[in-house]
């Protein structure tokens, strides 16, 4: 639908108050609207911390680390952009202080701004303009800016600046600023509070920033009195300042709830694009089916090293609602800490489960207890999906226990092991550098036909997301086969053992790529819809067995 006259249209969604109010949803929400209204969305995310990227931080200090098909190790909001719509992300989807700076210092350093003094402004703020006007494209109608971090802060101050010259500069008409705020519920006064958003516009106003449309997060409904007292002291029209109430069933809903209230009308009446009708029809449809599945619940254990911080697997977690919703089952997740399982035992843990998934991770902390999770779910043909480092533990599992090789390992984990199934790739083995230095973004696989990954990709050649520096030593490949594992994709022209699988069991696969950074909430990825559907299958059979009640 090309309704589109004029140049590529900005949007910049800022947020107030507090942290981790969902601007990555809001934002990926908005991209789908404005792609249901037949515009092609591109996005991208700017942070203001010094890290240049997020590689080197840990799951703790930052959650996920999303990898883009062209190998960027990005913010998790990445994830939502891509979940959510048709939105691809690359390395121009996410820009730090970091990197910014980093692109500056360098030109100085090579001479660039002979004879001039370096400064914030303008040479931050051009470095961050320039990085936004990478979104500008012929096939890009809408692009949408989120600038991480809160107003207020200092470190978010050059973005801010930058986003409003970057506004000045290409009109009124052609960009819009939205403000993410809270409107927090004070229970003792049984009150809605607008002065926190009040203030936080404040912030933005001494900026030069005046919001055109202010979301507003908040546990219970706004009343009118409520928009209208927001609308007149952050200076936005009555109609603009809209609520987004806590979701109750899931993320999936928040697109739905933003359309009822026409926020994707505002914006293209806002920057002069054509109203193009919307079509949501197979979003409320996925959405109906999350909300009301036909089969009940199926419980799936995640055993993995960062339970305890929701957002370290996010994508993983996203993908088994994916998986859940091609069977039309919730996925109820239990998280087990895989140094637990060490500790209390496996049966403890993980008994009951209809699932298993070990996911990826770094370092020897709770290793042993993945490998005896790995053991319960072979032993017990428990449906299982190993990732990453979830397929590595699969592999060392087999050679100790069924290949006889005792303490076989991970070269990771014990460098003297006389078995190192799992051992460092050749190129990584000269890297010192740490940071966007791994095997790092989409490679080929060969899939075997025959297999359960063949089955599931229904298709030889794929291309699957990468984030590792150790991998299956090929020295074991004969004997592990002769034994009954099965290598059933393979990194043409490299010879890497990309993905394991068992063949007497129901469903044993074990990849060395991250499926989960390719599933969506339309498109379940192929290995997360088998995953699930194996285990509703195994649950079927296990509540068969169950003694009836009379
Ligand atoms: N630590 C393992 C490696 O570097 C696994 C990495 C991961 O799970 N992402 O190969």
Redesign the pocket.
Known sequence: MATRTGPTRHIFVTGGVVSSLGKGLTAASLALLLERRGYRVKMQKLDPYLNVDPGTMSPYQHGEVYVTVDGAETDLDLGHYERFGGVTCNRNSNYTSGSIYRSVICREREGGYLGKTVQVIPHITDEIKAAIRSLDADDVDIAITEIGGTAGDIESLPFLEAIRQFRHEIGRQNGLFIHLTLVPYIKAAGELKTKPSQQSVGILRTIGIIPDILICRCEHSMTDEHKEKLALFCDVDRNKVIEEKDVEHSIYEVPLELARQDVDVYIMELLHLHVNPLKLDDWETMVNTLIHPEHGTVEIAVVGKYISLKDAYKSIYESLTHGGIASSVKVEVRMVESEDIEKQGVEALLKGVSGILV????GDRGIEGKIKTVEYARMNKIPFFG????M?CATIEFARHVCGMKNANST?FNSETAFPVIDMMVEQKKVTAKGGT?RLGAFPCKVTEGTKAGFAYGATDIQERH?????FNNKYRDQMAKQGLVFSGICPGRDLVEIVELKDHPWFVACQF?PEFQSTALKAHPLFRDFVAAAVKFRGKSEARKPKKT
Do not use: A, S
Request: with cysteine; glycine share 18%; aromatic share 12%.
């Open positions: 996911p990826g991770g770094f990732i990453c480092l979830g590595q990771e791994m984030r590792h520096r150790y991998e991250h």
